[in-house]
T-cell receptor, first 112, second 116 residues
Framework: NAGVTQTPKFRILKIGQSMTLQCTQD?????MYWYRQDPGMGLKLIYY???????DKGEVPNGYNVSRSTTEDFPLRLELAAPSQTSVYFC???????????FGPGTRLTVT | AQSVTQPDIHITVSEGASLELRCNYS??????LFWYVQSPGQGLQLLLK??????LVQGIKGFEAEFKRSQSSFNLRKPSVHWSDAAEYFC??????????????FGKGTKLSVKP
């Protein structure tokens, strides 16, 4: 029972590079979320999805893209990495919109 | 607008002492309230939640929280802190408030240190 898994755990990118952060859940949850966490700032919602094929912007979507082709996977894409995207990224999922979310272990990204 | 305030950035308590972490929220409708804990280098783990009913909620690891509508608060408590409780704690609010995106809003967190 893996829950929510994220890869990679750590990554260093150069400015302008692109990458995809992977997120997979095995709980058959409909709702999935991407957050970023910056020191002293709590969590900010980047994008979310209420089911396969449906995504929507959160509070801080600029510079990111997502897709949801299956119930299990919700990858986050950074197209042109910028230093402002240095952060810890968390993926989460929930069965319904009752907001009880389950979090992955996070990806620590540094852009230099 | 919906918001969550955790007034204490960092709290230090002695092992065995009691603990109370404060959380105040602003939300138009009946809120759903959550406390999460994050150990260093880890993801967030749900401690407890309040949706409705009894305003005193029991969670894992001996934590409890009390919903006080009149004070817009949802403070987290533990009668006797253990060294393993050292972590960062996040309060969050969700619900069906008009204009909400239907997602959780997190406070900025309170870091708990435990001294021997």
């Amino acid at each position: 029972n893996a829950g929510v898994t994220q890869t990679p755990k750590f990554r260093i990118l150069k400015i302008g590079q692109s990458m995809t952060l992977q997120c997979t859940q095995d709980m058959n949850h409909n709702y999935m979320y991407w957050y970023r966490q910056d020191p002293g700032m709590g969590l900010k919602l980047i994008y979310y999805s209420v089911g396969a094929g449906i995504t929507d912007k959160g509070e801080v979507p600029n510079g990111y893209n997502v897709s949801r082709s299956t119930t299990e996977d919700f990858p986050l894409r950074l197209e042109l990495a910028a230093p402002s995207q240095t952060s810890v990224y968390f993926c989460a999922s929930s069965y319904t919109d009752n907001y009880e979310q389950y979090f992955g272990p996070g990806t620590r990204l540094t852009v230099t | 607008a919906q918001s969550v305030t955790q007034p204490d950035i960092h709290i230090t308590v002695s092992e065995g002492a009691s603990l109370e972490l404060r959380c105040n929220y602003s939300y138009g409708a009946t809120p759903y309230l959550f406390w999460y804990v994050q150990s260093p280098g880890q993801g967030l783990q749900l401690l407890l939640k309040y949706f409705s009913g009894d305003t005193l909620v029991q969670g894992i690891k001996g934590f409890e929280a009390e919903f006080k509508r009149s004070q817009s608060s949802f403070n987290l408590r533990k009668p006797s802190v253990h060294w393993s409780d050292a972590a960062e704690y996040f309060c969050a609010v969700g619900g069906r408030d008009l204009g909400s995106q239907g997602n959780l809003i997190f406070g900025k967190g309170t870091k708990l240190s435990v001294k021997p």
